[in-house]
């Protein structure tokens, strides 16, 4: 899934490349460029791929920022054993919308509120509170190295409720949508 065409002239921006490079990269006209970002044209699939890809590669050369430099290194965290009450008590108490679940030092899922919605409808209230975690939980989230460049954390934060940060195979960090938004800073 591409991001959205009117985002072509936003990113080109950001990366501080006229449109004529871009056209250069990618092998149409500068004034096909002018027209996709102006909304006079719409590209084709092939064409707006790699206009996409082409700012990714300039975005990652430009960025100096990684994973490591936006996650939180305090991590909640339960166990498969907890119950999804356990997991709503301390949701609301660190206000966070997502737990990793921890088999000692494995992961081994994640607990999201849109996940104990899910359940809720399923379940009921009562018998919601009692489900254990490891009957209830989501898949393994994404995991990155620290070293990530941060330009390849927004795709992925798209279709995942978080993503966790490892650092020489030991999990040190979790980066939620929210802190994606501080590379916007």
């Known amino acids: 899934m591409l991001p959205r065409i ?7 921006q950001k990366i501080g490349i006229t449109q004529k490079k871009l056209a250069t990269m990618t092998g149409v006209s500068t004034s096909m460029i002018n027209q996709i970002e ?7 699939y092939e064409t707006a791929k790699k206009i996409f890809e082409s700012l990714a590669k300039l975005e990652g050369e430009s960025s100096s920022h990684t994973a490591g ?16 009450h356990d997991a709503i008590k301390k949701m609301h108490q660190s ?4 737990i990793p679940i921890f088999n000692n030092a494995d992961v081994v899922g994640v607990i999201s509120e849109d ?3 899910k359940h809720l409808a399923d379940l009921g209230e009562a018998e919601l ?4 975690l490891a009957d209830t939980m989501d898949p393994v989230p994404p995991i990155v190295d620290y070293d990530t460049p941060a330009n390849v954390l927004v795709p992925l934060i798209r279709y995942s409720k978080c993503i966790l940060v490892s650092k020489k195979s ?3 960090g979790i980066i939620t949508a929210s802190d994606t938004l501080k590379m916007m800073e």
């Open 6 to 12: 009117d985002s072509i002239k936003q990113i080109r």
């Open 38 to 44: 102006s909304g006079r044209s719409q590209p084709s």
């Open 69 to 84: 430099d936006f996650c939180s290194r305090d991590i909640v965290k339960l166990k498969p054993t907890n119950t999804l």
């Open 95 to 98: 206000s966070i919308s997502q």
């Open 115 to 117: 996940g104990i919605v």
């Open 129 to 132: 509170k009692k489900a254990k």
């Open 170 to 172: 030991k999990i040190v």
